[in-house]
């Protein structure tokens, strides 16, 4: 039994989360955001997602004949049997075909989508619940592919490893919303008993974190924007699309799917990935609570870590990464350090400084949005850093199969990793701190809520983690040596935020932080400040 000095301090913690017990300072400091926020999240998404639940066949069938629709109007319009077939959808269907071309089914990349079906089915813990995720992920492609082909104006082959980039990123983003879904049922459903309680309670943790992750998605892509060139614009305007898409699917079509199939779900399990064991009583829930309690030992050595994989960047030649052709043909008008540099500052200060506030909003808390986001800063920097050792110092190049390739680091890299790795980053992240929440809430101290918190959510964010690597290492058996880096670098940095900062780093700072966690200026006594 806790004292009464811990349930006080508990108390304190889950009063800091309620919005009714704010002050007006911190209210009107925070603004319309926070408001517009808790709005879209409490009326909205839990809104659409109850009519869902309450008419799922009419969201599952509409959903399909959406689908199926747009497909049919794409096939037609490339064939050019459809009345309004036009030259531009014409040359967008060559552009599939560029698209399919350069990820023909080599032994590599089969290996590769056989991966990616052996980690699905172990993330999902059973067949029927793998099938929907993979079910999501499909009928996204297929919307925004056929929205591509015709509505777009022509597309020509330089823009390939643009749509590469989009469907990959678009794919990984689409397992991981209904991952977040489905394994929040499966386990209220274990532990509850009732599906419509189980559904209740995973919309209400599941999409709103899909809710939140989609704005944080939005901010980093239109950091891409900022710097006016048409094939970042068209890789930002294209992944959120798919990531939009792929957010009304988790709050509609999944729900729907869930509603109809209850405890069907638990259909055909994997031995062992099927079970029954309790959230975070799986390794990596242990990894994460001895990290906790060992923190200041973890967190020196996560951040060594981190450091070393950062050296190579002191390395980078920008003159030659300035000089070069670029296949992702972006930013062909900067021919100086120093333009490059401010464009590359403009993406990088845009990103993290919306997205502190973003985190600050959700949170409430101004140190957990600062070590957010440098801890998502020094997660790139590595991933840049093992790209630089690889293709620009040539360390295990032949051995990773990049031989022959330009040994020049493609100098749209650092603009787009920053941005992508950070959606994916964030979504991890926001899982986390919805789940401490969660725990506060229910009366915990900082102290356990901080070690539960990330130890409950570890197995799902490893997992999410490794299906998202998989998808991705796709690009890895590309024909592009620019499409190969940014491959290598996502793929680096989301496995080092999935293991080595969710289970040993965050734990450990927020274990070392304790109740810092949630200071926030505003909200503190005038003699505290």
């Given at each position: 039994m806790r004292t009464g000095k811990s349930q006080t301090s508990g108390q304190n913690l889950k009063d800091s989360f309620r919005p009714d017990q704010e002050s007006k300072t911190a209210a009107n400091t925070r603004g319309y955001l926070k408001y517009l926020l808790e709005w879209s999240q409490a009326k909205l998404t839990l809104r659409v997602q109850k009519w869902s639940r309450e008419h799922p066949w009419i969201v599952v069938i509409s959903w399909v004949a959406v689908t199926l629709g747009l497909l049919f109007g794409a096939l037609l319009a490339r064939e050019n049997s459809f009345m309004f077939q036009s030259e531009n959808q014409a040359a967008n269907g060559e552009l599939l075909e560029g698209v399919v071309a350069h990820l023909s089914p080599t032994a590599n990349s089969l290996i590769i989508l056989a991966m990616l079906v052996i980690f699905m089915l172990t993330s999902f813990g059973t067949v029927a619940a793998a099938l929907i995720g993979l079910g999501l992920a499909v009928t996204n492609l297929i919307i925004i592919t056929s929205l591509l082909v015709l509505t777009r104006p022509p597309l020509s082959s330089e823009d390939i490893p643009a749509a590469i980039i989009i469907g990959l990123v678009g794919l990984g983003t689409s397992i991981d919303y209904s991952l977040f879904i489905v394994s929040r049922f499966r386990f209220k459903l274990r532990t509850s008993g009732n599906s419509h309680e189980a559904l209740e309670l995973a919309g209400a943790s599941g999409g709103n974190a899909n809710f939140a992750s989609t704005i944080v998605w939005t901010i980093a892509l239109s950091g891409l924007i900022l710097v006016r060139d048409q094939t970042l614009t068209t890789i930002a305007i294209g992944t959120l699309g798919l990531i939009i898409i792929a957010l009304l699917g988790s709050l509609t079509f999944i729900q729907a799917?869930?509603?109809?199939?209850?405890?069907?779900?638990?259909?055909?399990?994997?031995?062992?990935?099927?079970?029954?064991?309790?959230?975070?009583?799986?390794?990596?829930?242990?990894?994460?609570?001895?990290?906790?309690?060992?923190?200041?030992?973890?967190?020196?050595?996560?951040?060594?870590?981190?450091?070393?994989?950062?050296?190579?960047?002191?390395?980078?030649?920008?003159?030659?990464?300035?000089?070069?052709?670029?296949?992702?043909?972006?930013?062909?008008?900067?021919?100086?350090?120093?333009?490059?540099?401010f464009n590359l500052v403009i993406i990088w200060a845009f990103v993290a400084g919306l997205t502190f506030v973003v985190v600050a909003l959700m949170s409430r808390s101004f140190l957990l949005a600062v070590v957010?986001?440098?801890?998502?800063?020094?997660?790139?920097?590595?991933?840049?850093?093992?790209?630089?050792?690889?293709?620009?110092?040539?360390?295990?190049?032949?051995?990773?199969?990049?031989?022959?390739?330009?040994?020049?680091?493609?100098?749209?890299?650092?603009?787009?990793?920053?941005?992508?790795?950070?959606?994916?980053?964030?979504?991890?992240?926001?899982?986390?701190?919805?789940?401490?929440?969660?725990?506060?809430?229910?009366?915990?101290?900082?102290?356990?809520?901080?070690?539960?918190?990330?130890?409950?959510?570890?197995?799902?964010?490893?997992?999410?983690?490794?299906?998202?690597?998989?998808?991705?290492?796709?690009?890895?058996?590309?024909?592009?040596?620019?499409?190969?880096?940014?491959?290598?670098?996502?793929?680096?940095?989301?496995?080092?935020?999935?293991v080595v900062v969710r289970c040993i780093l965050v734990p450990a700072v927020l274990q070392l932080l304790s109740r810092k966690n949630w200071y926030l200026p505003v909200n503190q006594p005038a003699e505290n400040r």
């Open positions: 799917l869930l509603a109809l199939l209850e405890t069907r779900i638990n259909f055909a399990p994997l031995p062992y990935f099927g079970n029954d064991e309790k959230e975070g009583t799986g390794i990596w829930g242990r990894v994460v609570v001895f990290a906790a309690r060992h923190h200041h030992g973890s967190a020196i050595a996560a951040i060594i870590f981190l450091g070393v994989l950062c050296l190579p960047l002191f390395q980078l030649r920008l003159a030659p990464l300035l000089s070069q052709s670029t296949l992702l043909n972006i930013t062909g008008n900067i021919t100086t350090e120093a333009e490059y540099l957010t986001v440098l801890i998502s800063l020094l997660s790139t920097g590595a991933a840049l850093g093992v790209v630089v050792q690889v293709f620009d110092i040539g360390w295990f190049k032949e051995l990773l199969g990049f031989k022959g390739q330009s040994s020049t680091i493609d100098r749209g890299l650092p603009l787009l990793l920053f941005p992508l790795f950070f959606g994916f980053s964030m979504s991890y992240q926001i899982l986390t701190i919805n789940r401490i929440s969660e725990k506060l809430e229910k009366g915990s101290s900082t102290r356990v809520a901080v070690i539960n918190g990330p130890r409950v959510v570890s197995g799902v964010v490893v997992s999410a983690g490794a299906i998202t690597r998989t998808a991705i290492t796709l690009m890895l058996v590309a024909q592009f040596a620019a499409i190969q880096q940014l491959g290598l670098g996502l793929v680096v940095s989301i496995y080092l935020d999935a």
